[in-house]
């Protein structure tokens, strides 16, 4: 179906159903349980689930077919945001424009990067993109901010404000980002029993958008072009030898890869009005490095996976504190009970990273494929245990006959 | 006609003379190998005539055309084929991709962005593959990942790759070096076959003897970088200053 063979139509098709019924999945617990807080079905997270799920499509489409790390991704994903939030202060409050308008700026700056950063490669190429990503935050945070001309508003970020032109704005257009009329912010929560849902647009929005380019990051990977790209990480010498250009094929993987960086920044943008400097710092192009790598370098469906693993572990481990934590252990005796909180407390809260370094460690050593590897070991086990269940019932009636 | 010609192809390296006034010419549909001693300026030569290295003065023209100056990728283009030394494969891919990267290489050119289309919907390409298998006897191993081939089967491929895009030029870097007996003759086996099929010229660069003897019907020998002698392998065996420059004066 759709020009896919059928492994790939399963997954488009699970991951599909799965991101179509995420308000149902991600909320298993009742709202008022003291489970509750392991939910993650409410718009903001899972809209975050699914833009820094497109980001890590498109960076595993530069590094994990070329094998080039880039660590300066954040830029393309930065200048994505700025260019929805002008789209709504000059045009309206539309997203559609907006978003349109982030791809292709993000593409014309990934073409100027890439095109200088490309001319190294290896570790030399990583430390360009670094010093390209750095020197794009300075520009936003600092140089392109000041009284003569502001293109980025520094430090308070760059927002909409009333006196905004926002010349196609209709008179009952909603004041925030909207889909013709449809607010992103709209959202209808769904009651049954205990358990309460939230059906959120701006949500469906971005997922509809996930599916779109994940689709297209499937035909990518299959495609005589994926497969060149593959040819760049595997032997350049060879590529070089059989008569083909590598510097094009990284070239055009970059840019795809910022394109769909830019996306991700601008569906941001039309979530939340606002673009701010801190999202092209280097600490975020290393998060998609990590989510990558997490979820599994190379396969189509780890950078999703590790993009929802990574938010997902962020926005709960950071929200426990010690107060939970003590009502949680309240069994335990007195002295013990404080101990047990002390010991925790530094992975927990604002020290989450912690925990997120510690689950990195493990990941890289014993699968170094992410969790993409996990869980095919699992599924392997599984498969052994039967087969090996099915063996074990003719080893014991074979004595009683 | 010749197909490859050298003329006066000098290089130096710092102080040293690696090839002084090299002049060579391949004739059309011939195997021609360059042998010598270690140090002889073999490599040398074959990186000048690929566009990885750029020679201080000369020319060389394949088929009235200069190579000079120009990119490994696009001599390719142009119709010449590098073995290497050491098999120069796509390890991490599987047999058959390799062999449809060179083709896909020779239709489509350096570069193309061919994004959305499938693989498997460019049957021509993909029957070539599978008839350039065939005739490297690989095809049982068509989905296995190039790298956990054994060292026979990589330069079996290689040939392969090469082959698959009927180069007019097919240069061949020490193809059996590091190789045992029965796949150094499994070699020369398969590479007589392809002389005898195909309308190819082989260069071929070896230090191996055997395989000089068994397939070449013009030999130069360099020395200190400048041809020595060039002539037929009957009359190279017993040249006394061929075995001046490979064993010494003493002998």
């Given at each position: 179906?759709?020009?896919?063979?059928?492994k790939?139509?399963?997954?488009?098709?699970?991951?599909?159903?799965?991101?179509?019924?995420?308000?149902?999945?991600?909320?298993p617990?009742?709202?008022?349980?003291?489970?509750?807080?392991?939910?993650?079905?409410?718009?903001?997270?899972?809209?975050?689930?699914?833009?820094?799920?497109?980001?890590?499509?498109?960076?595993?489409?530069?590094?994990?077919?070329?094998?080039?790390l880039?660590?300066?991704?954040?830029?393309?994903?930065?200048?994505?945001?700025?260019?929805?939030?002008?789209?709504?202060?000059?045009?309206?409050?539309?997203?559609?424009?907006?978003?349109?308008?982030?791809?292709?700026?993000?593409?014309?700056?990934?073409?100027?990067?890439?095109?200088?950063?490309?001319?190294?490669?290896?570790?030399?190429?990583?430390?360009?993109?670094?010093?390209?990503?750095?020197?794009?935050?300075?520009?936003?945070?600092?140089?392109?901010?000041?009284?003569?001309?502001?293109?980025?508003n520094?430090?308070?970020?760059?927002?909409?404000?009333?006196?905004?032109?926002?010349i196609?704005?209709?008179?009952?257009?909603?004041?925030?980002?909207?889909?013709?009329?449809?607010?992103?912010?709209?959202?209808?929560t769904?009651?049954i029993?205990?358990?309460?849902?939230?059906?959120?647009?701006g949500?469906?929005?971005?997922?509809?958008?996930?599916?779109?380019?994940?689709?297209?990051?499937i035909?990518?990977?299959?495609s005589?072009?994926?497969?060149?790209?593959?040819?760049?990480?595997?032997?350049?010498?060879?590529?070089?030898?059989?008569?083909?250009?590598?510097?094009?094929?990284t070239?055009?993987?970059?840019?795809?890869?910022?394109?769909?960086?830019?996306?991700?920044?601008?569906?941001?943008?039309?979530?939340?009005?606002l673009?701010?400097?801190?999202?092209?710092?280097?600490?975020?192009?290393?998060?998609?490095?990590?989510?990558?790598?997490?979820g599994?370098?190379?396969?189509?469906?780890?950078?999703?996976?590790?993009?929802?693993?990574?938010?997902y572990?962020?926005?709960?481990?950071?929200?426990?504190?010690?107060?939970?934590?003590?009502?949680?252990?309240?069994?335990?005796?007195d002295?013990?009970?404080?101990?047990?909180?002390?010991?925790?407390?530094?992975?927990?809260?604002?020290?989450?990273?912690?925990?997120?370094?510690?689950?990195f460690?493990?990941?890289?050593?014993?699968?170094?494929?992410?969790?993409?590897?996990?869980?095919?070991r699992?599924?392997?086990?599984?498969?052994?245990?039967?087969?090996?269940?099915?063996?074990?019932?003719?080893?014991?009636?074979?004595?009683?006959? | 006609?010749a197909?490859?010609?050298?003329?006066?192809?000098?290089?130096?390296?710092?102080?040293?003379?690696?090839?002084?006034?090299?002049?060579?010419?391949?004739?059309?549909?011939?195997?021609?190998?360059?042998?010598?001693?270690?140090?002889?300026?073999k490599?040398?030569?074959?990186?000048?005539?690929?566009?990885?290295?750029?020679?201080?003065?000369?020319?060389?023209?394949?088929?009235?055309?200069?190579?000079?100056?120009?990119?490994?990728?696009?001599?390719?283009?142009?119709?010449?084929s590098?073995?290497?030394?050491?098999?120069?494969?796509?390890?991490?891919?599987?047999?058959?991709?390799?062999?449809l990267?060179?083709?896909?290489?020779?239709?489509?050119?350096?570069?193309?962005?061919?994004?959305?289309?499938?693989?498997?919907?460019e049957?021509?390409?993909?029957?070539?593959?599978?008839?350039?298998?065939?005739?490297?006897?690989?095809?049982?191993?068509?989905?296995?990942?190039?790298?956990?081939?054994?060292?026979?089967?990589?330069?079996?491929?290689?040939?392969?790759?090469?082959?698959?895009?009927?180069?007019?030029?097919?240069?061949?870097?020490?193809?059996?070096?590091?190789?045992?007996?029965a796949?150094?003759?499994?070699?020369?086996?398969l590479?007589?076959?392809?002389?005898?099929?195909?309308?190819?010229?082989?260069?071929?660069?070896e230090?191996?003897?055997?395989?000089v003897?068994?397939?070449?019907e013009?030999?130069?020998?360099?020395?200190?970088?400048?041809?020595?002698?060039?002539?037929?392998?009957?009359?190279?065996?017993?040249?006394?200053?061929?075995?001046?420059?490979?064993?010494?004066?003493?002998?």
């Open positions: 179906m759709f020009g896919l063979n059928k790939d139509t399963g997954l488009l098709i699970i991951v599909g159903i799965l991101t179509l019924l995420a308000p149902f999945i991600l909320n617990f009742p709202a008022d349980s003291a489970m509750a807080q392991f939910n993650a079905g409410y718009p903001d997270l899972m809209q975050r689930f699914v833009i820094f799920g497109i980001f890590a499509i498109g960076f595993n489409i530069l590094f994990g077919l070329t094998g080039y880039s660590f300066g991704h954040a830029a393309f994903l930065g200048v994505g945001s700025y260019s929805a939030v002008w789209m709504f202060k000059l045009l309206s409050y539309n997203v559609i424009p907006a978003i349109a308008l982030s791809v292709v700026i993000a593409g014309l700056f990934s073409l100027l990067i890439g095109y200088v950063s490309l001319r190294r490669s290896g570790i030399y190429f990583s430390i360009l993109t670094l010093a390209f990503a750095q020197m794009s935050f300075a520009l936003a945070y600092s140089v392109l901010s000041n009284p003569k001309f502001n293109l980025t520094g430090e308070t970020g760059l927002q909409v404000y009333a006196d905004d032109p926002q196609l704005q209709g008179a009952n257009a909603p004041d925030l980002p909207h889909l013709f009329g449809l607010p992103m912010r709209a959202t209808y769904l009651d029993g205990a358990w309460s849902f939230d059906f959120n647009a949500y469906y929005l971005c997922a509809v958008v996930m599916m779109v380019v994940f689709y297209l990051a035909r990518i990977f299959r005589p072009f994926g497969m060149m790209l593959r040819a760049v990480k595997s032997n350049q010498q060879r590529m070089n030898y059989t008569g083909l250009n590598s510097k094009p094929y070239l055009a993987a970059f840019v795809i890869s910022g394109m769909y960086a830019g996306l991700a920044g601008g569906l941001m943008a039309a979530m939340d009005p673009a701010g400097a801190e999202r092209m710092q280097w600490t975020a192009s290393g998060e998609v490095v990590l989510m990558t790598i997490l599994g370098t190379g396969t189509l469906i780890g950078p999703v996976l590790g993009a929802g693993f990574i938010k572990f962020e926005n709960i481990f950071s929200k426990i504190n010690d107060n939970v934590l003590h009502s949680w252990f309240a069994i335990l005796p002295g013990l009970e404080d101990a047990v909180v002390f010991i925790i407390h530094p992975f927990i809260g604002k020290g989450w990273h912690l925990t997120l370094g510690i689950l460690m493990l990941v890289v050593i014993y699968l170094p494929g992410g969790l993409v590897e996990g869980g095919q699992v599924s392997n086990w599984f498969k052994r245990r039967k087969s090996g269940a099915d063996d074990a019932p003719s080893g014991k009636t074979e004595p009683a006959e | 006609m197909i490859l010609r050298v003329k006066d192809v000098s290089k130096r390296f710092g102080g040293l003379k690696a090839l002084t006034d090299v002049n060579l010419n391949v004739e059309e549909n011939s195997v021609h190998a360059i042998i010598g001693p270690n140090g002889a300026g490599s040398t030569l074959l990186n000048c005539l690929v566009g990885k290295l750029m020679p201080d003065t000369g020319s060389v023209l394949f088929d009235n055309n200069s190579v000079l100056g120009l990119e490994p990728f696009q001599i390719n283009q142009m119709g010449i590098r073995v290497f030394q050491t098999p120069e494969i796509f390890g991490e891919l599987t047999v058959m991709e390799n062999m990267i060179p083709i896909f290489a020779m239709r489509d050119g350096a570069f193309r962005m061919h994004a959305y289309e499938t693989i498997a919907k049957k021509d390409i993909v029957e070539q593959a599978e008839a350039m298998l065939v005739e490297m006897n690989m095809a049982d191993k068509r989905e296995m990942h190039a790298a956990s081939l054994s060292r026979g089967d990589k330069r079996r491929l290689e040939i392969g790759m090469c082959l698959s895009q009927n180069p007019r030029l097919l240069l061949l870097d020490e193809p059996t070096a590091g190789m045992a007996r796949d150094t003759n499994n070699t020369i086996d590479l007589k076959q392809i002389k005898d099929e195909r309308d190819i010229t082989i260069a071929i660069i230090h191996d003897m055997h395989v003897f068994s397939l070449a013009r030999i130069t020998v360099l020395a200190q970088g400048t041809p020595l002698v060039e002539d037929a392998p009957e009359n190279i065996r017993g040249n006394p200053k061929v075995r001046e420059a490979y064993l010494g004066e003493a002998a």
